[in-house]
């Protein structure tokens, strides 16, 4: 056994310099909207993925799927999607906000070099079903954790990540031709960010602003 | 303004040395189950949770409230709760497995000294239910990203967290007295770990082990 073998193997001891990178990493991801046209380097999202699997999943069950979009009829049909479900969505939406909305420009869909959909695969016998049977929506969470993981293995190698979540779940698994029994839970646009920002897009647009985390924590 | 001030304010760059700490962070992250009895230094945990109040969320909603546990009537409450579902649990495994299951210990409420239950807020109006109309449940997977952030900042501090999820979630929000329309998303054991490891218990144990992640990636 190599040294470096034996090293990694002892438990590593995180400092404090380590800690407040982890967090500056933390605060400058972004839910990225506006990327530039540049492709990735070759296995950029295969490696990306392959880090996002050391995350945690109930029972070991690790029920992330992984879609690499990379036909243009396809991206299409999300695109058409996404397009039919952001109509609908600013219709729900005041006369001002609506204006707002339509101009935070909500999907990197056409910019983006990379699109990837998540899926958790709810039939899976990995894991024997453990930890699952009183709340079963553990396995989608568990695929919310891995999508964690890979954007902030992204934003590490300076790269953006946006989730689109306007779209139609039921045809996410029928435009992209995977098993029927698979939850759909995000699509990722991948690529580089036009700008970097340590604040959120819908704050720095006025549509949102975040709380003190204090004020959501009671003593019980 | 300092020249601290203005350097928060440039886009921090991540170098191949963090990038493998992280990955590092990542790979030694675990559901602990063991933990010392050993206290928390005061604080700890609100700390913990104001970062993980950087995580993403849905239209910027900060679904997540973070019901701290302390109370021994209640905490007592949720491990009637574990016991009743456990046994449940026990029972849908084949004998070997049920035998493996029990030995596995699967719930550090016993031990850890901080208890945590996290819950999200679908009623909240934060956000204005951008991005929540065709998938209402991104705000529970906003609530599972922020669990997985604390989870790694907890070990970067060097404490380990267990996620209990063999419970009653109607239970959890009747027993913490917290308002009905509440989703109970996951009940947290945090302290110090009585081992590190950088290989899951369930597969430490034999009860599963991890498959490499290409086999997780198709093509479309």
Chains 1, 2 share one sequence.
């Not at 996002?52 to 999943?57: E, I, R, W």
């Not at 069950?61 to 009829?73: A, C, G, L």
């Amino acid at each position: 056994m190599t040294s470096q073998g034996q090293l990694s193997e002892r438990p590593p001891q995180f400092d404090a310099p380590f800690r407040e990178r982890l967090r500056e990493l933390l605060k400058w991801r972004r839910d990225v909207r506006r990327f530039k046209r540049d492709a990735l380097p070759e296995g950029t999202v295969e490696r990306l993925i392959e880090i996002a699997c050391l995350s945690p999943s109930v029972g070991l069950s690790e029920p992330w799927r992984f879609v690499i979009v990379q036909d243009k009829t396809k991206r299409a049909a999300i695109r058409a999607s996404f397009e039919i479900c952001n109509k609908d969505a600013l219709a729900q939406q005041t006369p001002d906000r609506a204006g707002l909305y339509a101009r935070l420009k909500l999907a990197g869909l056409d910019d983006a070099p990379c699109q990837l959909s998540v899926f958790a695969d709810p039939s899976t016998l990995q894991g024997a079903r453990l930890g699952r049977l009183t709340m079963p929506e553990t396995i989608n969470y568990s695929v919310a954790m891995a999508i964690h993981t890979l954007w902030l293995a992204a934003r590490a190698e300076g790269l953006g990540m946006g989730w689109v979540s306007i779209i139609d779940p039921a045809g996410m698994t029928e435009s992209l031709d995977v098993p029927t029994e698979w939850v759909f839970i995000g699509h990722l646009c991948i690529g580089y960010p036009e700008a970097d920002a340590d604040r959120p897009a819908l704050e720095r647009e006025g549509w949102e602003k975040r709380r003190a985390p204090e004020a959501r924590i009671i003593y019980r």
